[in-house]
């Protein structure tokens, strides 16, 4: 079965400043897909960006970016350029395409102005 | 662009009572998952739909049924409920097959708060 990781349960970054928020993950799949979402007060789960596991390149979506380390199976977000709007929980997750989503615990961002 | 409708958005049910939520994937998707999300929690996968066949299972009631229609709603049917029940329940859709950019991308409803008292 797959786990998902995610150590940081808080954390906070000022406006306009650069944050890293970290996943890790277990799998024997060889394929496979990972996604960040965010779940801001509204409750509302929103897709922030995915990788796929046969890419090396690593997503990026305007100021979302991943480190992806296959190897190590770490899938880290990188959020630039910090906003107000991006203060919301943020949900690792891991999927093999046709399967449910298994999610991590969350890491519970806010930006301070 | 269309997103994943659910309805309702709000329900209060007493213990013992039943309950149905209601999905309706974007369209074109062939896929439709039920995740419970409880205070605190993160999304929990209950079960899913493939192009209207029960496709997975995940930590669902046996109090608990759903079904995909050939119009590709689902429905949650949620039957003696506890206390425990009360959650925040999400629809996602994706879809599995062609070659689109987002295939395998789960894109969530709003979600119903239920509460049960």
């Known amino acids: 079965a797959q786990t998902v990781t995610q150590s940081q349960p808080e954390m906070s970054v000022q406006e306009a400043e650069t944050v890293t928020l970290s996943c890790t993950y277990d799998t024997s799949e060889s394929n496979y897909y990972l996604f960040w979402y965010k779940q801001p007060p509204s409750r509302q789960m929103i897709l922030v960006i995915r990788q796929e596991a046969y890419k090396q390149q690593n997503a990026t979506e305007n100021r979302f970016s991943v480190n992806f380390q296959k190897a190590a199976k770490s899938f880290s977000l990188k959020i630039s350029d910090s906003q107000l709007g991006d203060t919301a929980m943020y949900f690792c997750?891991?999927?093999?395409?046709?399967?449910?989503?298994?999610f991590g615990k969350g890491t519970r961002l806010s930006v301070i102005a | 662009a269309a997103g994943v409708i659910q309805s309702p958005r709000h329900l209060i049910k007493e213990k013992r009572e039943t309950a149905t939520l209601k999905c309706y994937p974007i369209p074109r998707h062939d896929t439709v998952y039920w995740y419970q999300q409880g205070p605190g929690q993160d999304p929990q996968f209950l079960i899913s739909f493939y192009e209207k066949m029960q496709s997975d299972k995940g930590s669902i009631p046996d109090r608990f049924s759903a079904q995909q229609f050939s119009d590709y709603h689902s429905e949650l049917n949620m039957s003696s409920l506890e206390l425990g029940d009360s959650a925040l329940y999400f629809c996602a859709s994706s879809l599995r097959t062609g070659g689109s950019r987002s295939r395998y991308e789960q894109y969530f409803g709003p979600g119903t708060r239920l509460t049960v008292t």
């Open positions: 997750a891991f999927g093999t395409g046709n399967t449910p989503l298994v």
